[in-house]
């Protein structure tokens, strides 16, 4: 998706322009565009005229309408938005408070005003604008003095850096020139990788090079962030996997990619990390069930205890037409996040978010155990038994 231009007011009301580039950009703006909200976007209509003999002909035009929605269809299998509400500003084909029905259109603008953006609505926009925040796998191609730092997303690579440092080759009493160069250059590629590789994001970073030049690079990146302190990079340790390329040069990552070890690695994305955290709620929810709840109203006890480390909720909760629900949800994330949890949104096109579905569509994994929601439990259906 492209960001054409963003104009939001303190206030949180606003507009946005975007241009969907692929068809699950349709997906982004199905979980965007609510209704109520006014799109404006390019159309076709059909129009008839009459000439001076009374005779009518119909044509078909191009016109721009800004349509305020009420009511949004999306045709999973086509990747289509049909978004039918009624138009409020004049137009020389289309009468003021007609009904029309946009469909939204690959590599066309369209424009979304809204009341209010919420921080779901604007992470909504950054994750389809940032194809980085897609990428969940990263790759260095290095030989001496040339490296790339490549990011992967589902669609394309895209090359975030190009290091370039000429070293001083090996000779009779000069060798200190050379191993002078190769730590420059390893420096450089480091920062490279510190400044354009998200951890929180990328499941694996792919080291590739011929020879021995990605193992030395990997010694003395972690030599340094042991000397410095560098949690990022030692914490994250063991999503690095190193491989042999025939260069230095991007092309020789489609060589990368094809090795074994590698498609096990980045089999891992955020699908099937999703499968594996509601898994992992699962065996919580058997083992200690005190620490693995769903449902609004506990997880929003939980929240308010500041117990919960991670929050599981699906994007579909968002789509609810009634505005004061999705102020609740969209403050529970918020809340969450504030207190250091982490918060996954799940797409209910995936079988992870169906599942989530099925659980309500919220679920928490806590810090702490509070059997008291339990119990709380208990106590609601006696209430309900004596009634």
Not at 28 to 38: F, G, P, Q, S, T
Not at 305 to 324: G, H, N, P, W
Not at 333 to 358: C, K, P, Y
Not at 359 to 366: D, K, M, P, S, V
């Amino acid at each position: 998706m492209k960001l054409v231009y963003k104009n939001i007011e303190k206030d949180g009301c606003g507009a946005i322009a975007l241009v969907p580039e692929e068809p699950e950009d349709m997906w982004h703006a199905y979980n965007l565009i609510a209704e109520a909200d006014v799109v404006t976007a390019s159309t076709v209509r059909k129009v008839q005229t009459e000439s001076s003999t009374g005779s009518s002909t119909s044509s078909r035009v191009r016109t721009t309408l800004t349509v305020r929605i009420e009511t949004i269809d999306f045709d999973t299998q086509a990747c289509v938005l049909r978004l039918k509400g009624r138009n409020i500003v004049e137009n020389q084909y289309v009468k003021m408070g007609a009904y029309h029905t946009l469909d939204l259109e690959l590599n066309r603008k369209f424009t979304l005003q809204k009341t209010l953006w919420d921080s779901v609505a604007l992470e909504r926009v950054e994750q389809a604008c940032d194809p980085a925040a897609n990428a969940d796998v990263a790759a260095v191609v290095m030989q001496e003095g040339l490296a790339h730092v490549c990011l992967i997303t589902p669609s394309m690579t895209l090359v975030r850096s190009k290091i370039d440092i000429t070293i001083p080759r090996k000779r009779k009493g000069f060798v200190q020139q050379h191993e002078k160069g190769l730590t420059k250059f390893y420096e450089a590629v480091m920062q490279g990788i510190l400044r354009h590789v998200d951890f929180s994001i990328v499941k694996c970073v792919i080291l590739a090079s011929p020879g021995f030049v990605r193992d030395q690079f990997y010694d003395y990146m972690m030599q340094q962030a042991i000397k410095t302190d560098n949690k990022l990079l030692i914490d994250n340790k063991s999503k690095f996997l190193l491989v042999k390329a025939s260069s230095g040069f991007k092309h020789s990552l489609k060589e990368v990619l094809q090795e074994p070890a590698v498609i096990a690695k980045i089999s891992d994305t955020k699908a099937a990390s999703e499968v594996k955290l509601l898994e992992s709620f699962y065996t919580m929810l058997q083992l200690e069930p005190a620490k693995a709840f769903y449902g609004k109203r506990h997880v929003e006890r939980a929240c308010e205890a500041q117990a919960v480390e991670t929050l599981m909720i699906s994007d579909k909760l968002f789509r609810c037409q009634d505005v004061a629900l999705r102020k609740q949800y969209v403050s529970l994330v918020d809340a969450v996040r504030e207190n250091g949890g982490d918060v996954r949104i799940f797409s209910s096109m995936h079988v992870s978010g169906e599942q989530l579905d099925q659980l309500t569509g919220i679920a928490a994994i806590l810090r702490f155990p509070m059997p008291e929601l339990e119990d709380s439990d208990e106590e609601n259906d006696d209430h309900s038994d004596s009634d």
